[in-house]
């Protein structure tokens, strides 16, 4: 409860609901942008930076732990000029003061604490600090005093390490051109993750352990394009140990942010859009080259969660799900064997308990200060626990519990970023499973987007309601691919057009013309230290990675020879850093991959609504294709509208008054046919 007449901050009418947080803070902090800036140029102070995002954890202890503590907030307030950024408002200040951590500190993470001149440069940094030194670690107030009496006694030393700082960070930015990249890359990265590849739990390396969803889809064309089955199971197994385990909300569905164990169990417990759309992407994939239904399902529930807790009234996509509830990371999520008796019934406790993995003592150990002693995290001891005949029951009973429980808090705002990647997931499965509901969801989001977070010159808004953040790369090269999807699924034209409008942006305001690629903010930018390029596939995909895959997309279907240059540009951009450490660049080399082909175009040339059109998209949607663009030139008005678009449509139309396929590769085309079963032999014959 906050005290009468609390004051707030700065922060109270941000839209961020991170920024709002921290608005009944002692702490006077301001958000990024002039007026702070100038403040601290005025007063010759330092500015006090601290980076982070609502669903964080660590986010809040700090915040309980300092930034609502008076001296802390009087240091602060007295001797710096306090902002406060949310890492997926500013992702562009984010990356760049990233970059300058891991250059002071060795090491980064969020929250992200840094200090900076009045002109932006950093010369400190760290991630969480704890009020006072504990634990091995400084605190914050035995460091800031530290720091205020260099400021004050040895400038010249913070002015020298700043400009070091930022003069790696431009050579960093510098190109890596290596010349071309081929099959060898590929071959390089499966072997690499071959490697690290945990055979005991699926999954790379040891604990924290990360879902890389884009290295699933990159081992999976690997297989695809190679044979071997080693990269196939890979990608599988790990898909399926992911659904069994505790990083997976059993219950109400979607996939936690991480693992803290090496055997997918005890998760951070944060649920980000992201994950869950570049997950489902993975899974219905995985589904497509397998048939294994349990990967199907797992899009499907995935999905759903999105479509029943993340989405807008609007219909965009809400950012994600708090780890903390009522103070305490998990509290939401986790059961004692008694809660579980309570929910179920003492009669069909052991049932729950067998299904869910529940243990007596706990199954997550006591954690670091015992708070985690007799606790459980719902997991699956098998995929085959779903087919039991009283799992669906015991599962209602424990999510109907759980109900009762706080619940986590929201964070709501819409990124045109993250929904691009959700758009993107909803249409390639809703295409795949013919799920027209998913494809409708992807419509909703798609028209918010374009209607209400675009500005009059055609460009996007990083975040809704905030119109003084125009969008980044990743916004128009993600809401791109997500638009190519959806084309894909419904094939209206609008969404075609969309996509190469916003490639034209792209272009415009993103593209370097000196070095090739795309930088992350536009040519507008004032406020960033520099002009920053990203192509490490993290968490994310980048940009860089997105617009490659969206260029050789739009180039297969208008055939306009410069967007293949420009695709050619960037490869070449980035391929010294790409051939030195493959496996950290997979969605690039999924595109490379379509690259180097077969790409499939694929035109079907008959009545859109008719069955025997229908009957080619049935035998199409299941089939392992994921290098392809389908496009049904319809008779009619639709039809006129994609040939305006595509010239690789014109010359094809119906055999024997019914409906036909056509399908091209790189190298040439193949032979038309009424019969769906042919066609799909057709393309296994030219893999």
Same mark, same amino acid.
């Given at each position: 409860? *906050?005290?009468?007449?609390?004051?707030?901050?700065?922060?109270?009418?941000?839209? $961020?609901?991170?920024?709002?947080?921290?608005?009944?803070?002692?702490?006077?902090?301001?958000?990024?942008?002039?007026?702070?800036?100038?403040?601290?140029?005025?007063?010759?102070?330092?500015?006090?930076?601290?980076?982070?995002?609502?669903?964080?954890?660590?986010?809040?202890?700090?915040?309980?732990?300092?930034?609502?503590?008076?001296?802390?907030?009087?240091?602060?307030?007295?001797?710096?000029?306090?902002?406060?950024?949310?890492?997926?408002?500013?992702?562009?200040?984010?990356?760049?003061?990233?970059?300058?951590? +891991?250059?002071?500190?060795? @090491?980064?993470?969020?929250?992200?604490?840094?200090?900076?001149?009045?002109?932006?440069?950093?010369?400190?940094?760290?991630?969480?600090?704890?009020?006072?030194?504990?634990?091995?670690?400084?605190?914050?107030?035995?460091?800031?005093?530290?720091?205020?009496?260099?400021?004050?006694?040895?400038?010249?030393?913070?002015?020298?390490?700043?400009?070091?700082?930022?003069?790696?960070?431009?050579?960093?930015?510098?190109?890596?051109?290596?010349?071309?990249?081929?099959?060898?890359?590929?071959?390089?990265?499966?072997?690499?993750?071959?490697?690290?590849?945990?055979?005991?739990? @699926?999954?790379?390396?040891?604990?924290?352990?990360?879902?890389?969803?884009?290295?699933? !889809?990159?081992?999976?064309?690997?297989? +695809?394009?190679?044979?071997?089955?080693?990269?196939?199971?890979?990608?599988?197994?790990?898909?399926?140990?992911?659904?069994?385990?505790?990083?997976?909300?059993?219950?109400?569905?979607?996939?936690?942010?991480?693992?803290?164990? +090496?055997?997918?169990?005890?998760?951070?417990?944060?649920?980000?859009?992201?994950?869950?759309?570049?997950?489902?992407?993975?899974?219905?994939?995985?589904?497509?080259?397998?048939?294994?239904?349990?990967?199907?399902?797992?899009?499907?529930?995935?999905?759903?969660?999105?479509?029943?807790?993340?989405?807008?009234?609007?219909? #965009?996509?809400?950012?994600?799900?708090?780890?903390?509830?009522? #103070?305490?990371?998990?509290?939401?999520?986790?059961?004692?064997?008694?809660?579980?008796?309570?929910?179920? @019934?003492?009669?069909?406790? #052991?049932?729950?308990?067998?299904?869910?993995?529940?243990?007596?003592?706990?199954?997550?150990?006591? #954690?670091?200060?015992?708070?985690?002693?007799?606790?459980?995290?719902?997991?699956?001891?098998?995929?085959?626990?779903?087919?039991?005949?009283?799992?669906?029951?015991?599962?209602?009973?424990?999510?109907?519990?759980?109900?009762?429980?706080?619940?986590?808090?929201?964070?709501?705002?819409?990124?045109?970023?993250?929904?691009?990647?959700?758009?993107?997931?909803?249409?390639?499965?809703?295409?795949?499973?013919?799920?027209?509901?998913?494809?409708?969801?992807?419509?909703?989001?798609?028209?918010?987007?374009?209607?209400?977070?675009?500005?009059?010159?055609?460009?996007?808004?990083?975040?809704?309601?905030? *119109?003084?953040?125009?969008?980044?790369?990743?916004?128009?090269?993600?809401?791109?691919?997500?638009?190519?999807?959806?084309?894909?699924?419904?094939?209206?034209?609008?969404?075609?057009?969309?996509?190469?409008?916003?490639?034209?942006?792209?272009?415009?305001?993103?593209?370097?013309?000196?070095?090739?690629?795309?930088?992350?903010?536009?040519?507008?930018?004032?406020?960033?230290?520099?002009?920053?390029?990203?192509?490490?596939?993290?968490?994310?995909?980048?940009?860089?990675?997105?617009?490659?895959?969206?260029?050789?997309?739009?180039?297969?279907?208008?055939?306009?020879?410069?967007?293949?240059?420009?695709?050619?540009?960037?490869?070449?951009?980035?391929?010294?850093?790409?051939?030195?450490?493959?496996?950290?660049?997979?969605?690039?080399?999924?595109?490379?991959?379509?690259?180097?082909?077969?790409?499939?175009?694929?035109?079907? $040339?008959?009545?859109?609504?008719?069955?025997? !059109?229908? $009957?080619?998209?049935?035998?199409? $949607?299941?089939?392992?294709?994921?290098?392809?663009?389908?496009?049904?030139?319809?008779?009619?008005?639709?039809?006129?509208?994609?040939?305006?678009?595509?010239?690789?449509?014109?010359?094809?139309?119906?055999?024997?008054?019914?409906?036909?396929?056509?399908?091209?590769?790189?190298?040439?085309?193949?032979? @038309?046919?009424?019969?769906?079963?042919?066609?799909?032999?057709?393309?296994?014959?030219?893999?």
């Amino acid at each position: 409860m *906050r005290s009468e007449g609390e004051k707030a901050n700065r922060l109270l009418g941000e839209k $961020s609901p991170y920024l709002r947080q921290h608005a009944y803070n002692p702490v006077d902090w301001y958000p990024w942008g002039d007026e702070a800036l100038n403040r601290s140029v005025e007063l010759d102070r330092p500015i006090f930076l601290s980076i982070g995002y609502s669903s964080c954890h660590w986010c809040h202890v700090m915040e309980r732990e300092s930034f609502e503590d008076q001296e802390v907030a009087c240091y602060i307030n007295d001797n710096f000029v306090p902002i406060k950024v949310d890492r997926e408002e500013r992702p562009d200040l984010d990356a760049t003061y990233m970059a300058a951590a +891991q250059l002071l500190h060795g @090491g980064g993470g969020w929250p992200l604490t840094l200090v900076l001149t009045p002109q932006r440069r950093p010369f400190f940094a760290a991630t969480y600090l704890p009020k006072r030194a504990k634990g091995g670690m400084l605190g914050l107030l035995d460091l800031l005093p530290t720091i205020t009496r260099y400021w004050k006694e040895r400038r010249d030393e913070i002015e020298e390490t700043s400009g070091k700082v930022l003069e790696v960070l431009r050579e960093q930015q510098g190109s890596t051109a290596g010349g071309d990249l081929g099959e060898e890359v590929l071959i390089s990265a499966f072997h690499s993750l071959l490697d690290k590849y945990d055979e005991a739990h @699926g999954g790379f390396g040891l604990a924290p352990k990360f879902p890389t969803p884009h290295r699933l !889809t990159f081992l999976l064309r690997y297989w +695809q394009r190679s044979g071997d089955e080693r990269a196939r199971d890979m990608a599988v197994d790990t898909l399926e140990a992911m659904r069994q385990g505790g990083i997976f909300d059993q219950l109400a569905f979607g996939f936690h942010r991480y693992s803290t164990d +090496q055997r997918w169990m005890l998760p951070h417990f944060e649920k980000m859009l992201y994950d869950q759309a570049l997950l489902a992407l993975a899974y219905v994939e995985a589904w497509q080259a397998t048939g294994r239904d349990a990967l199907a399902l797992t899009a499907r529930q995935t999905l759903d969660y999105v479509l029943g807790t993340l989405t807008s009234a609007q219909g #965009g996509f809400c950012s994600a799900e708090d780890a903390d509830s009522e #103070g305490e990371e998990g509290k939401y999520y986790l059961w004692t064997v008694a809660e579980v008796k309570d929910a179920v @019934g003492a009669e069909n406790a #052991g049932i729950a308990q067998e299904l869910f993995g529940l243990e007596l003592l706990g199954n997550v150990g006591s #954690g670091a200060r015992g708070e985690l002693e007799g606790k459980n995290v719902l997991h699956l001891r098998s995929l085959d626990a779903m087919s039991e005949p009283r799992f669906e029951e015991m599962r209602d009973r424990l999510l109907k519990a759980r109900q009762d429980r706080g619940r986590p808090l929201m964070d709501d705002k819409v990124m045109s970023d993250w929904n691009g990647l959700m758009i993107a997931a909803l249409a390639r499965t809703g295409w795949a499973l013919r799920e027209q509901r998913y494809v409708e969801a992807a419509r909703r989001a798609a028209d918010m987007i374009l209607t209400s977070m675009r500005t009059e010159e055609g460009a996007l808004l990083h975040m809704d309601g905030a *119109r003084g953040v125009p969008g980044f790369l990743d916004d128009h090269a993600f809401m791109a691919w997500g638009l190519l999807e959806l084309f894909q699924a419904d094939q209206d034209p609008r969404w075609l057009r969309a996509s190469m409008e916003l490639m034209d942006a792209m272009l415009d305001r993103f593209w370097d013309d000196e070095e090739g690629g795309f930088f992350q903010t536009d040519t507008s930018s004032r406020d960033v230290l520099h002009r920053h390029k990203e192509v490490y596939d993290g968490a994310l995909p980048s940009g860089n990675s997105v617009a490659l895959m969206v260029l050789l997309i739009l180039y297969r279907i208008t055939e306009d020879e410069e967007l293949i240059r420009r695709a050619e540009r960037l490869i070449a951009a980035f391929s010294g850093s790409i051939f030195r450490s493959p496996e950290n660049f997979a969605h690039f080399l999924c595109a490379l991959d379509m690259k180097l082909g077969p790409f499939y175009s694929v035109v079907i $040339s008959g009545h859109y609504d008719g069955a025997d !059109t229908t $009957s080619f998209i049935d035998a199409l $949607s299941p089939e392992y294709l994921p290098n392809k663009i389908v496009m049904i030139v319809d008779p009619g008005e639709r039809g006129d509208r994609i040939r305006d678009l595509s010239p690789v449509v014109r010359e094809y139309g119906m055999l024997k008054g019914k409906a036909a396929a056509h399908a091209c590769t790189q190298t040439g085309c193949l032979q @038309g046919t009424n019969d769906p079963r042919t066609l799909i032999d057709l393309l296994h014959a030219v893999r």
